[in-house]
């Protein structure tokens, strides 16, 4: 039960989102045409909230996948260049406001909701490609997820930005997977 105690003035909407997090069909549609426009639509509205506006996007088939993670250097990636800064920002936050338990609750909490989950979507759908697509696969789902919850339990002051993670869920939802950006393009599979 998540209480205002606990997860401070937020509480309903982590909750909300937590709740959606544990309905989504992590994995499901890569390589398939379904959710496409969704998934693009979703996509364009995270990368506005991240100020990259100019981008082309990719759709990768799922035996790209390999060479694309063997291949990929996230200081090369512009929206690596945006998020990689937020989890210190939130943890800052979170001690500003004396909300420190609330990260610790939240770090602890996510992933343990998240792991199997995402992993049981990753592995059917990534397995043939080996075990480093699939930790990938699901670290990402960690990495972002955790953070949109923590945003969201630290988001209750009028002036706080939008959580640029929600958008991303979409993709998620429509059951494509967000692999990365390097230079102008943004890949999807």
Request: aromatic share 10%; net charge negative; charged share 25%.
């Amino acid at each position: 039960m998540m209480t205002e105690t606990v997860y401070g003035p937020n509480h309903q909407q982590v909750h909300q989102l937590m709740t959606r997090l544990s309905e989504v069909p992590w994995f499901s549609v890569l390589g398939n045409e379904s959710g496409r426009l969704d998934a693009e639509k979703a996509l364009k509205e995270c990368t506005h909230h991240l100020n990259l506006e100019e981008f082309e996007i990719v759709w990768m088939t799922r035996e790209q996948i390999p060479s694309f993670i063997e291949n990929m250097n996230l200081s090369d990636s512009h929206v690596w260049s945006r998020i990689q800064d937020i989890p210190k920002k939130l943890s800052e936050k979170a001690i500003a406001t004396r909300r420190q338990s609330v990260l610790d609750e939240m770090l602890d909490l996510v992933p343990e909701m998240l792991f199997h989950k995402a992993y049981d979507g990753a592995f059917p759908a990534l397995h043939e490609y080996g075990e480093r697509v699939v930790k990938v696969a699901v670290v990402s789902v960690l990495y972002l997820f955790s953070n949109a919850c923590l945003w969201e339990a630290l988001s209750d002051k009028k002036d706080s930005e939008p959580n640029p993670f929600l958008p991303l869920l979409k993709v998620y939802e429509a059951g494509h997977w967000p692999i990365g950006m390097v230079g102008n393009q943004f890949y999807l599979i």
